[in-house]
């Protein structure tokens, strides 16, 4: 006798949703999943800083990975890729969401486009020919960028000013001030200008292609390029407005459920950047995915069920490891202040893109 299966939906096959994929498909035999995705590749935005700066660093293939090829173990009949965009959701048939947007030039994000190699290839190219580059934030993708792009410019010979713009009185205000002091210190090496305790008010593309930049404080910047780092948009255009707070994330629950406007009961769940916890990073993506996953497998297979619901809490201490160019970096491990040749081991080296079929579970 046929076993009728449970539909998930999951839209962003990135580092929350294409591991929710596996886990369901791996262990409820009576599950259909459908994984929507506008790319047919899974993009790897952890090496971006370097992707973008150094062209030749990695090969392609190392950061673009087909999504279809991490799948190929399950059945036909148990899932589906499909390549698409979703516009909309109707909150009576619901699925899973996960997914952002990145509306930016430059991808430090798996964007809302189809073609990630385009928009890689023109962001590389649009950095390698421009002599004076603004960064606006000073965040750890901002400082890794300012890093690389120094490096870069120093390897090949080319004279090319960098100037990054923290709203902060310092760089990579979310760690220690001496893991601060000590991005600052090595970006200084490289010649990279900070700006610290302004604001980028605006940021406008002149008739001559030069970008003017305005600051808090009144001040004027020019540049070849402005790559802003500050953070990601919430791609909920599709979403029911009834499900996002204020600033447009999706309003979740402990479970990391979706809550809707008069908090009903609904069978949908987030994870990754699109939630409403603050901490959008990649490593809190697959943490969250991991709730998600069991909480739907104890929605299918019930009470009796060896999966247990499980809560998501994200916590306040935070870990990060900063590079300041493949020399060196700094960073924050179980409250100590990594030392710069730590970093250079551990991430200076390759950002980890060795591991990037890992995390949508290709072979």
């Not at 580092?15 to 599950?31: N, Q, Y």
């Not at 999504?67 to 036909?76: E, G, N, V």
Request: with cysteine.
């Amino acid at each position: 006798m046929t076993q009728t299966k449970t539909t998930v939906v999951i839209i962003g096959a990135s580092f929350a949703g294409a591991p929710i994929a596996h886990s369901l498909l791996k262990d409820v035999k009576t599950v259909k999943v459908i994984l929507i995705n506008p790319s047919p590749t899974f993009y790897y935005p952890i090496a971006g800083p370097r992707i973008m700066a150094k062209p030749t660093a990695f090969r392609p293939e190392q950061y673009l990975i087909p999504i279809d090829s991490a799948f190929r173990q399950y059945p036909l009949e148990s899932f589906e890729f499909v390549q698409g965009r979703v516009t909309a959701i109707n909150p009576d048939t619901c699925c899973r969401a996960s997914t952002t947007r990145n509306d930016i030039p430059i991808p430090f994000k798996q964007s809302n486009l189809d073609d990630m190699a385009t928009l890689i290839k023109n962001a590389q190219q649009a950095i390698s020919s421009a002599s004076h580059i603004v960064i606006g934030g000073a965040g750890p993708i901002g400082v890794e960028l300012a890093g690389e792009l120094a490096e870069a410019a120093q390897e090949q010979g080319k004279s090319v000013k960098i100037t990054l713009v923290s709203a902060s009185d310092r760089v990579l205000p979310m760690l220690k001030k001496s893991a601060s002091k000590a991005a600052e210190s090595l970006l200084t090496q490289k010649k990279v200008k900070i700006i610290s305790s302004r604001k980028v008010t605006d940021a406008v593309l002149s008739t001559n292609g030069t970008w003017n930049v305005s600051l808090s404080n009144g001040d004027q910047l020019t540049a070849d390029l402005y790559i802003p780092t500050t953070g990601v948009l919430p791609n909920n255009s599709f979403i029911p407005q009834q499900w996002l707070d204020t600033d447009g994330w999706v309003k979740v629950d402990r479970e990391l459920r979706v809550q809707g406007g008069d908090n009903a009961f609904l069978p949908v769940y987030a994870a990754g950047d699109i939630t409403n916890n603050s901490m959008r990073l990649s490593f809190k993506a697959t943490e969250q995915a991991a709730v998600v996953a069991a909480n739907i497998k104890h929605d299918i297979l019930g009470q009796s069920s060896k999966y247990k619901r499980r809560m998501y809490d994200q916590g306040d201490s935070v870990m990060m490891i900063v590079t300041v160019g493949a020399s060196g970096g700094t960073g924050q491990l179980f409250g100590i202040t990594a030392w710069s040749f730590m970093v250079k081991s551990i991430k200076g080296k390759d950002f980890f893109v060795s591991k990037a079929r890992s995390f949508i579970g290709a072979s």
